[in-house]
């Protein structure tokens, strides 16, 4: 028997095939900005890597849901289950034929747990991970606010370092040490940036994630509809001021986050300077137009985002100069990041497709 018919036993190589083909379209239809960087991967980590964010786009999904809050919540703690049974199931308690037969029956009918436990067999993805984006998306369910910028650090750093953590268990690093506290800056980031476009559309869903002290510091207010007090008024006070500020903190944690780029291998740097180069030039977007974002959700352009992977890729491509371990970042002390990221040093220019 081959080794990769061992690794797919007890599903087999077809049905792997299938399941990862699966989580590849949900990546392409799905991920508008994940999916520029996914691309430049090889095969075995580009398979793997979909694998995470089909299963993360799942439980994203239930969080985002139409749902009761109760079912949500009930739906939340079935994923974490199947978190459990694939963390067993990937390592060596798993690997008997009874663990096997009882893996295989427990996931028979889902594509995205099978691929998701083949790629944890052939990468060491840290699959309890899951765990931490569950928790965050629990407090969105819960309606969680945040009172200091801290407290959302805490809450990006389940819902978006959790899944930087997850990579680099497929893409692996000189310096697994140093690379974990840089993928959680650079998930912060990201976060933040996801934060900073949708202030208007969470807001009518009655989510806040902009911490109190930084609005009442501007004398302003976010209140959803049919808060208490609102007055009919979801935005009050210099609301593009804050947007400014916390893009200027996001600034840092990408600062912090891109000192990762260089403890990869060439194309899994490549991945990642092209997620971290889309987000970057559209957080510099909303910085240079908050009032256009407050009134509708800013993005780049295809075009534009695909210029940015080629620019990532063939950055990469160039001769490598030595690659040295970094301490863990400090938010307050930023480092200014090389173009390893995609993004041009000018300010780009608004485009709101």
Same mark, same amino acid.
């Given at each position: 028997?081959?080794?990769?018919?061992?690794?797919?036993?007890?599903? %087999?190589?077809?049905?792997?095939?299938?399941?990862?083909?699966?989580?590849?379209?949900?990546?392409? %239809?799905?991920?508008?900005?994940?999916?520029?960087?996914?691309?430049?991967?090889?095969?075995?980590?580009?398979?793997? +890597?979909?694998?995470? &964010? $089909?299963?993360?786009?799942?439980?994203?999904?239930?969080?985002?849901?139409?749902?009761?809050?109760?079912?949500?919540?009930?739906?939340?703690? @079935?994923?974490?289950?199947?978190?459990?049974?694939?963390?067993?199931?990937?390592?060596?308690?798993?690997?008997?034929?009874?663990?096997?037969?009882?893996?295989?029956?427990?996931?028979?009918?889902?594509?995205?747990?099978?691929?998701?436990?083949?790629?944890?067999?052939?990468?060491?993805?840290?699959?309890?991970?899951?765990?931490?984006?569950?928790?965050?998306? /629990?407090?969105?369910?819960?309606?969680?606010? &945040?009172?200091?910028?801290?407290?959302?650090?805490?809450?990006?750093?389940?819902?978006?370092?959790?899944?930087?953590? !997850?990579?680099?268990?497929?893409?692996?690093?000189?310096?697994?040490?140093?690379? %974990?506290?840089?993928?959680? $800056?650079?998930?912060?980031?990201?976060?933040?940036?996801?934060? +900073?476009?949708?202030?208007? /559309?969470? +807001?009518?869903?009655?989510?806040?994630?902009?911490?109190? /002290?930084?609005?009442?510091?501007?004398?302003? @207010?976010?209140?959803?509809?049919?808060?208490?007090?609102?007055?009919?008024?979801?935005?009050?006070?210099?609301?593009?001021?804050?947007?400014?500020?916390?893009?200027?903190?996001?600034?840092?944690? =990408?600062?912090?986050?891109?000192?990762?780029?260089?403890?990869?291998?060439?194309?899994?740097?490549?991945?990642?300077?092209? #997620?971290?180069?889309? =987000?970057?030039?559209?957080? /510099?977007?909303?910085?240079?137009?908050?009032?256009?974002?407050? %009134?509708?959700?800013?993005?780049?352009?295809?075009?534009?985002?695909?210029?940015?992977?080629?620019?990532? !890729?063939?950055? #990469?491509?160039?001769?490598?100069?030595?690659?040295?371990?970094?301490?863990?970042?400090?938010?307050?002390?930023?480092?200014?990041?090389?173009?390893?990221?995609?993004?041009?040093?000018?300010?780009?220019?608004?485009?709101?497709?």
């Amino acid at each position: 028997m081959t080794s990769d018919a061992v690794m797919s036993a007890p599903f %087999g190589q077809t049905r792997i095939k299938a399941a990862y083909a699966h989580c590849e379209a949900v990546v392409r %239809g799905q991920a508008k900005n994940f999916a520029y960087g996914i691309t430049l991967l090889p095969g075995p980590k580009r398979r793997a +890597l979909s694998a995470v &964010y $089909a299963f993360a786009r799942r439980i994203d999904d239930i969080g985002d849901g139409t749902l009761p809050a109760a079912d949500k919540i009930a739906a939340l703690d @079935a994923a974490r289950a199947s978190v459990a049974l694939i963390a067993a199931g990937s390592g060596a308690a798993g690997s008997g034929a009874a663990g096997a037969g009882a893996l295989a029956d427990a996931i028979a009918d889902d594509l995205v747990l099978q691929a998701l436990w083949h790629a944890a067999r052939v990468f060491p993805i840290p699959v309890t991970a899951f765990g931490e984006l569950i928790d965050g998306c /629990e407090a969105d369910v819960r309606g969680t606010r &945040y009172a200091t910028f801290a407290d959302l650090e805490h809450y990006c750093r389940c819902v978006a370092g959790s899944i930087g953590r !997850l990579s680099l268990g497929v893409f692996g690093s000189s310096d697994p040490a140093a690379a %974990g506290p840089l993928a959680d $800056a650079l998930g912060i980031a990201l976060q933040v940036t996801n934060i +900073l476009r949708d202030v208007r /559309e969470d +807001l009518d869903n009655g989510r806040v994630y902009l911490p109190a /002290e930084d609005l009442a510091r501007f004398g302003c @207010a976010l209140n959803p509809p049919g808060a208490e007090g609102a007055g009919g008024a979801l935005i009050a006070g210099p609301m593009p001021e804050v947007m400014r500020f916390e893009a200027g903190r996001a600034r840092e944690w =990408y600062a912090a986050g891109l000192r990762l780029i260089p403890l990869l291998d060439r194309r899994s740097a490549a991945c990642t300077g092209a #997620m971290a180069g889309i =987000y970057r030039q559209l957080l /510099e977007q909303i910085s240079a137009a908050p009032e256009v974002a407050l %009134g509708h959700r800013m993005s780049l352009s295809g075009r534009a985002k695909a210029r940015i992977a080629v620019t990532a !890729l063939a950055g #990469m491509a160039r001769p490598a100069r030595t690659r040295t371990a970094h301490p863990a970042p400090s938010a307050g002390l930023p480092v200014k990041p090389g173009p390893a990221d995609g993004t041009q040093p000018a300010a780009p220019a608004r485009d709101s497709s």
